[in-house]
């Protein structure tokens, strides 16, 4: 089993010594996300997911696009559809969209939009998190290893949704992101558990 507590603390020690994104597992880097999409996804969100796509590593690599250029233009003609299908899936929860509450055919038109810009799991993955951060799991290929978005999409849904530890992975989380910070309210619990549940997975199981 991928979603464990054993994988989530592997990957929350992993993330601590290995990686460079900070302590408070993203924490703030979440303030500054959803401030950005809270600015409305015509107003400037798009050159704003663009500086963090690369910061993030999202469309390095010899294949074409991958100049911030290539990507911000191909971005540009799609805003407008990518705008209707966020809206379709926020229409769907009176909260924050979470990845339990929902199924790949509903969350597959805007992945495919993003996919439709760069044609990798990673980009795509990473692009449609910063619009919903706790209904798309990030894919990295460092920490993770990339494949079949949908495939793994589906797999990790299906893996948090028969978890029986949900809740103490909650609170390990919780208490990882600092025991002086307070966790932003719409913090992506679920998935960054499930991300860091994969990450453990890959360290413990001897990949990293």
Sequence with gaps: MIISL???????????????????????????IFGDR??????????RALDRLGRWHAYRGPKKPNSKAEIADLGAVRLEQIEAEYQKLAARSSTEPCIADYIWEQVEPLYSLAYGIKSSPVFAGKMCHFLLPNLFVVMDNWAVDASDYEIYWRGMRDAWCSFSNQDAARRMLIDAIGPTATHHPRYPIETKIIELCHIGHKHRSGRS
């Design 6 to 32: 054993e994988n989530l603390n592997s990957g929350l020690a992993w993330w601590c010594s290995e990686s460079k994104w900070g302590r408070d597992v993203m924490n703030s880097e979440y303030v500054e």
């Design 38 to 47: 809270d600015l409305s996804i015509q107003n400037g969100w798009w050159e």
